[in-house]
């Protein structure tokens, strides 16, 4: 194939009864290429009827480095000084954080993994023979499919798939460079690399756009927009945001409607994790309606640092960010004025009519993706 995609395995189920993977089914299809899409298995299985043509499935790769690994067929050595330096790192973590974590076995599994998965994935690439390999994820054991592209002499392209920023540390390297890194990264805008330490020359870091993003904002632009306050949940601090949300439903002095829209992995456990919504004025909405739909019905949107609040600001919602953990991602948004800090629902209340100052859209999310893709696709090859 011209092109190898190798996708996250999750997937979203959208209105034509098809699983599609947002970031690279938009694409694909645009770009009048042979391509081969790969798709590692999401908590043991697969969506389908998936979106994806030209998929394939890496399971016989991933379970027989399991097997390899499990079994002890395949075991990664160590030097005298690489066992010390994995000891002083082990020492640093208990004597910084107060944990003791069992570094040596973890840090020899996962590199047993690797030396058992990387002949499969070089077989494989060299099978496929692209001229580009591209991937959404790059860390948490697909350095070994990088790897492999690279030994194989098939530049590796990563696309953005989420916030990155200086505190993410797959993607942040103020002081040194990363060993297995991709070649280049796509970014949906300039914003993303230049508050982060890529570990990568800025030639190699092409802003060209969230094609998905830009697809749904066009398909709900005559949407009227309605007073409509949307909470934006996360798993590690819904705790506090719902509460903070139903606080505010209970505001007689409030006359919006509080829609909380859960993450997809409280679907099927917000009831128990957020029991005083059950029977609150909260509107809690799982997948339906989308939550693109959503930004376009709503005129404010409160959260703390999730992907989606950029989303959100795309489609031009007034944006409150709670103060609580996470609001450090946040910081540029709140220092130029594009999100308000709140710290209670009083304080929600009465900065409820401040509003924000002009979101530049493009530096954050690049128009026209496609032809941006198509565009640094051809600057690769040549």
């Known amino acids: 194939a011209d092109l190898l995609f190798y996708g996250k395995g999750r997937r979203k189920k959208m209105g034509d009864g098809f699983w599609w993977d947002i970031y690279i089914d938009p694409i694909v299809d645009e770009l009048n290429k042979n391509t081969v899409v790969l798709e590692r298995p999401f908590k043991v299985s697969h969506r389908t009827p998936a ?4 998929l394939r499935y890496t399971d016989l790769i991933e379970y027989t480095g399991t097997v390899l690994q499990k079994t002890g067929a395949v075991e990664a050595s160590f030097s005298d000084e690489e066992f010390s330096k994995i000891e002083e790192i082990k020492s640093r973590i208990l004597s910084d954080f107060d944990v003791d974590i069992p570094l040596r076995r973890m840090v020899k599994e996962d590199l047993s ?3 058992a998965r990387l002949p499969l994935y070089r077989r494989l690439v060299r099978r496929v023979d692209p001229e580009i390999a591209f991937l959404t994820v790059s860390y948490n054991g697909r350095e070994t499919f990088v790897e492999a592209c690279q030994a194989e002499g098939v530049p590796v392209v990563e696309l953005q798939h989420g916030v990155i920023n200086r505190y993410h540390m797959a993607y942040s390297f103020p002081y040194e460079n990363k060993k297995v890194f991709p070649d280049y990264f796509f970014s949906f805008g300039e914003f993303w690399s230049d508050s982060t330490d890529l570990p990568l020359p800025d030639e190699d870091v092409h802003p060209v756009g969230y094609p998905y993003l830009e697809t749904c904002s066009d398909k709900y632009a005559g949407i009227n927009e309605s007073e409509i306050v949307l909470f ?3 798993v590690r601090i819904g705790e506090r945001l719902s509460q903070f949300a139903k606080s ?6 409030v006359d919006e409607e509080v829609v909380y829209k ?5 679907y099927g456990s917000w009831k128990e994790r957020y029991p005083w919504l059950v029977d609150s004025d909260v509107t809690v909405v799982a997948d ?8 376009s019905e709503s005129r404010r949107q409160v959260g703390v640092h999730s992907t989606a609040l950029y989303e ?5 919602l007034d944006t409150y960010i709670v103060d609580i953990s996470g609001v450090e991602y946040m910081r540029y948004l709140i220092k130029n004025g594009h999100a308000n800090l709140v710290n209670s629902v009083d304080d929600y209340v009465a900065k409820r009519g401040m509003g924000t100052t002009n979101f530049d859209e493009a530096y954050f999310f690049r128009h026209n993706p496609i032809s941006n893709f198509k565009q640094s696709i051809d600057e690769i090859v040549s």
Do not use: A
């Open 232 to 234: 934006i949940s996360q």
């Open 312 to 316: 959100g600001l795309y489609f031009g």
């Open 113 to 115: 993994l690797r030396k």
């Open 262 to 266: 859960l993450h997809p992995k409280e």
């Open 288 to 295: 339906d309606p989308p939550l693109y739909r959503l930004f």
């Open 248 to 253: 505010l439903s209970e505001r007689p002095d």
């Open 51 to 54: 979106k994806t043509s030209g």
